[in-house]
Nanobody, 113 residues
């Protein structure tokens, strides 16, 4: 059964960094379009980054230069490196198999001042 599991969230001070991990099982991440989304308190879920099978990455404007998506094909894992985090980045972060609309359970990122 296909599954996605995120980890790596936590509490970080403003200006700090976190790396989120999304582990895929039951399918090959490199065969599909993978995305990272986030949902802040009281707001709709929004896309953050897209990672295409060929390796191309696309980011929403608000995270360009701050977030970096990458993939380890040997481990079947997707990552989101987040640097210089600010209060507005507090949210639950999710990875998604865009092709099948499979979602992970999310990981909480909380940025404190």
């Amino acid at each position: 059964q296909a599954q996605l599991v995120e980890s790596g969230g936590g509490l970080v001070q403003s200006g700090g960094s976190l790396r989120l991990t999304c582990v895929g099982s039951g399918f090959t991440l490199s065969d599909v379009i993978m995305t990272w989304h986030r949902q802040a308190p009281g707001k709709a879920r929004e896309g953050v980054a897209t990672f295409a099978p060929g390796g191309a990455t696309f980011y929403t404007d608000s995270v360009k230069g701050r977030f970096t998506a990458s993939r380890d094909d040997a481990k079947n894992e997707l990552y989101l490196q987040m640097d210089n985090l600010q209060l507005e980045h507090t949210a639950v972060y999710y990875c998604q198999n865009f092709d099948s609309q499979l979602w992970g359970q999310g990981t909480q990122v909380t940025v404190s001042s």
